[in-house]
């Protein structure tokens, strides 16, 4: 805690007024120095070279977008730490590092952003994006300022001097102490921190594996954990702390105790199939000349990259368990919500890649081979299976052409779902393939598109197919896509007939 200085009142007259709009800065001093890692710069300096020379070399995961790292004293856990810290690009000009870490000393749900100054470490100043915090607070009502649960907070501060020592351009950080004790409160941090998981910031999330079962058992209970961490499902990490807590493992007090920091960033993650998971390296304290294997505690550094985005071709495919299963969840979504029900849960983890990767897609209904109700999207910015069950909602209770479907209805309707390539512009009827490719076509707020499999069905030149999408369904007369921006994709379409 900041001690308090009293100023004789004569003095305070003599000080210069300082404005309502200036707002005092209070850096946040190093609380656990000299205990978890050394005070004097250069012993610091010295203990950060030596365990980044025996860590795991840089190259184990690429283009890093964050990394999970432990927060021991340094003797047990700064190997380990140093081995994460290695893989990510220490060259590369961040616009923020967040650094998550929970709460071991104060109380509360939600988070807390440090923003009433910068951080202090024997290695100087790092400054914090104190705008950036209180951005955070003003939209999420789980955001808050209070001080205290970052005074005494080690999870957070032990991070900071590896930056200092492996960066080699300026950065700034956005420091926040997790306090949640509910599913529901990560969901809403991660939902507020979502929009800055891409590649230009970093995370960093602080957390201890195993607290205090013997060796054996802490091998067994991080292996656990760390592959439900490793299939990014935060419901396979709930349930592996949970299996670990049933095995009744003597002295196990908790599997995770960063598990709201990182339950919030799998929150954040499990939808994204650019990222990929690797394991850098475990260790326990036991592993430690000065650690006892009777009661450890363990530690496991992850690294998590960004695939570099491939744009998504004509040869992009799918299983036919995953057409099965896409297929399966449409009809289960127009049954829910004609049936006025929720939709049923889907556990992303359990999904293949192709599954996850983000594809416009259109889902079709038919009765008695006629038109029931048709919707899509183009842009890719959610799942597949996401857009599947939303486009089928929307197919059956929102196509204007049409009344939403009734109960009685649904054992004689037929889906077809057409998963979609990006659009590629054209500037000539003769650059597209009738049959192969869907058009879509734009002018003003006016546009339309046919899918490919519309020109099987209706024989149409392709002529007659870009007159009848732009007078029927752009709404632009017969000619008008002769002025329109013209677009082409392809479809891959298969339904359950």
């Given amino acids: 805690m900041f001690s308090r200085i009293h100023v004789p009142l004569l003095l305070l007259l003599l000080l210069p007024i300082t404005s309502p709009a200036q707002e005092a800065v209070v850096d946040r001093q190093p609380a656990v120095a000299g205990q978890f890692y050394p005070a004097k710069a250069d012993e610091l300096k010295q203990m950060l070279a030596s365990m980044f020379a025996r860590a795991v070399p840089p190259g184990k995961a690429k283009n890093v977008a964050a990394i999970?790292?432990?927060?021991?004293?340094?003797?047990?856990?700064?190997?380990?730490?140093?081995?994460?810290?290695?893989?990510?690009?220490?060259?590369?000009?961040?616009?923020?590092?967040?650094?998550?870490?929970?709460?071991?000393?104060?109380?509360?749900?939600?988070?807390?952003?440090?923003?009433?100054?910068?951080?202090?470490?024997?290695?100087?100043?790092?400054?914090?994006?104190?705008?950036?915090?209180?951005?955070?607070?003003?939209?999420?009502?789980?955001?808050?300022?209070?001080?205290?649960?970052?005074?005494?907070?080690?999870?957070?501060?032990?991070?900071?001097?590896?930056?200092?020592?492996?960066?080699?351009?300026?950065?700034?950080?956005?420091?926040?102490?997790?306090?949640?004790?509910?599913?529901e409160t990560c969901r809403k941090l991660a939902d507020a921190?979502?929009?800055?998981?891409?590649?230009?910031?970093?995370?960093?999330?602080?957390?201890?594996?195993?607290?205090?079962?013997?060796?054996?058992?802490?091998?067994?209970?991080?292996?656990?954990?760390?592959?439900?961490?490793?299939?990014?499902?935060?419901?396979n990490?709930?349930?592996?702390?949970?299996?670990?807590?049933?095995?009744?493992m003597p002295n196990l007090v908790t599997s995770l105790c960063g598990w709201s920091g990182v339950l919030t960033f799998l929150d954040m993650t499990t939808a994204d199939a650019a990222l990929r998971f690797t394991k850098v390296q475990y260790r326990n304290s036991g592993?430690?000349?000065?650690?006892?294997?009777?009661?450890?505690?363990?530690?496991?550094?992850?690294?998590?990259?960004?695939?570099?985005?491939?744009?998504?071709?004509?040869?992009?495919?799918?299983?036919?368990?995953?057409?099965?299963?896409?297929?399966?969840?449409?009809?289960?979504?127009?049954?829910?919500?004609?049936?006025?029900?929720?939709?049923?849960?889907?556990?992303?983890?359990?999904?293949?890649?192709?599954?996850?990767?983000?594809?416009?897609?259109?889902?079709?209904?038919?009765?008695?081979?006629?038109?029931?109700?048709?919707?899509?999207?183009?842009?890719?910015?959610?799942?597949?299976?996401?857009v599947v069950r939303m486009m089928a909602v929307a197919a059956a209770t929102q196509d204007p052409r049409f009344s939403p479907v009734e109960s009685a209805e649904i054992p004689d309707l037929e889906i077809e779902i057409s998963v979609l390539t990006p659009m590629r512009r054209i500037h000539s009827i003769d650059e597209f393939e009738l049959g192969r490719q869907g058009i879509y076509m734009k002018s003003g707020n006016r546009s339309g598109t046919f899918l490919p499999q519309v020109a099987g069905e209706t024989g149409w030149t392709k002529e007659e197919f870009f007159g009848h999408c732009s007078q029927d369904k752009a709404g632009m007369g017969w000619d008008g896509w002769k002025s329109a921006e013209l677009y082409v994709y392809e479809a891959l379409v298969f339904g359950e007939k």
Avoid: W
């Avoid at 749900?109 to 100043?125: D, R, W």
């Avoid at 201890?208 to 054996?216: E, I, K, L, Q, W």
């Avoid at 990490?237 to 009744?248: C, D, G, H, K, S």
């Avoid at 983890?349 to 038109?371: Q, W």
């Fill in 287 to 386: 592993d430690s000349p000065a650690g006892d294997r009777s009661r450890v505690v363990g530690y496991c550094a992850i690294a998590v990259s960004r695939a570099v985005k491939q744009e998504r071709t004509a040869k992009f495919e799918l299983l036919e368990r995953d057409k099965s299963l896409l297929l399966s969840m449409a009809r289960q979504a127009v049954e829910a919500v004609v049936g006025q029900r929720e939709l049923p849960p889907v556990d992303p983890g359990t999904l293949s890649e192709a599954l996850r990767a983000p594809c416009g897609a259109f889902v079709t209904l038919n009765k008695n081979h006629a038109l029931r109700g048709c919707i899509g999207r183009f842009d890719a910015t959610e799942p597949l299976y996401k």
């Fill in 193 to 235: 921190l979502r929009p800055y998981l891409n590649d230009r910031n970093l995370f960093v999330i602080s957390s201890d594996f195993s607290h205090y079962p013997g060796y054996d058992d802490a091998v067994r209970a991080d292996s656990n954990t760390a592959a439900a961490i490793l299939s990014n499902s935060p419901t």
């Fill in 68 to 183: 999970i790292v432990p927060h021991a004293g340094y003797i047990y856990s700064g190997e380990v730490a140093a081995s994460g810290f290695h893989q990510i690009d220490a060259s590369k000009a961040y616009d923020n590092i967040f650094i998550i870490g929970p709460s071991h000393h104060v109380g509360f749900e939600g988070a807390s952003v440090y923003t009433e100054g910068n951080f202090i470490t024997p290695l100087g100043t790092v400054e914090v994006n104190r705008e950036l915090g209180k951005k955070l607070i003003k939209e999420c009502a789980m955001f808050s300022d209070r001080t205290d649960a970052h005074a005494e907070e080690h999870s957070v501060e032990v991070q900071v001097p590896f930056l200092q020592y492996i960066m080699k351009k300026h950065f700034r950080i956005v420091p926040i102490v997790v306090g949640a004790n509910s599913q």
């Fill in 237 to 248: 990490l709930v349930q592996a702390m949970q299996r670990n807590e049933e095995a009744r």
